[in-house]
């Protein structure tokens, strides 16, 4: 079966433009997570969609930071007025239960 | 906070066992997992244990856990040159383990 899926795998961007990064996670799974890795920060939690509940934020790093997830599915990461120091990886994963989470190949944003 | 701790690099022989060595710090963790990363890829889940188990093996991986000193480790059996990547331990927090904090990574490069 199809793993999870993110898009673009590449994107650069100027400082002050705001990105939007997308995430498909593997059909079945209730859980959706972002988190972002960078040579500085390792790997970072940002935010967690489970079913129809509120959404954890508590790991956005500022307000520039937003995520939707639509239908239970398809979720986009939201960055506004990027930040040189915005640049990473960010990484999407799903998950149906507590036995792991599944990652995506990840986008690679890079701000100039 | 929660912090994970691992030994940065690893290097060892084709055929020989490797340990990558891990602590961390939430006592409540309910799973602790090992990920994969090679080269321009995305994290692979390798195995995850259980908070009330002491050992798990799948094929040529042993994860040994010391819930009281907080100390989780891999072995790789007869570790191969496609072994060589970074592997990262992390533990699951937060009210309901969706969280991951993961530890730095260790870079194990395997000699043939």
């Known amino acids: 079966g199809a793993g999870v899926s993110q898009s673009p795998s590449n994107k650069v961007t100027e400082k002050g433009k705001d990105v939007e990064l997308r995430c498909d996670p593997i059909?079945?799974?209730?859980?959706l997570y972002w988190y972002r890795q960078s040579l500085g920060q390792g790997l970072e939690f940002l935010i967690y969609?489970?079913?129809?509940?509120?959404?954890?934020k508590s790991g956005l790093p500022s307000d520039r930071f937003s995520a939707e997830r639509t239908g239970g599915s398809v979720s986009t990461l939201t960055i506004q007025r990027t930040q040189q120091e915005d640049s990473a990886v960010y990484l999407c994963?799903?998950?149906?239960?507590?036995?792991?989470?599944?990652f995506g190949p990840g986008t690679r944003l890079t701000v100039l | 906070g929660e912090d994970v701790e691992q030994s940065l690099f690893l290097s060892v022989r084709e055929g020989d066992s490797s340990v990558i060595n891990c602590t961390y710090t939430?006592?409540?963790?309910?799973?602790l997992y090992w990920y994969k990363q090679e080269p321009g890829a995305g994290l692979q889940l390798l195995t995850y244990?259980?908070?009330?188990?002491d050992m798990k093996q799948d094929q040529r991986l042993t994860v040994l856990l010391n819930k009281k000193d907080k100390h989780l480790s891999l072995r790789i059996a007869d570790t191969q040159t496609g072994d060589s990547a970074i592997y990262f331990c992390?533990?699951?927090?937060?009210?309901?383990?969706?969280?991951?904090?993961f530890g730095a990574g260790t870079i194990l490069r395997v000699k043939s």
């Open positions: 969609f489970q079913g129809n509940s509120a959404p954890d």
């Open positions: 992390a533990e699951s927090i937060g009210e309901y383990g969706n969280k991951l904090v």
């Open positions: 939430d006592s409540s963790s309910t799973y």
């Open positions: 059909s079945g799974h209730t859980a």
């Open positions: 994963a799903s998950s149906f239960t507590g036995e792991g989470q599944f």
């Open positions: 244990i259980f908070s009330n188990m």
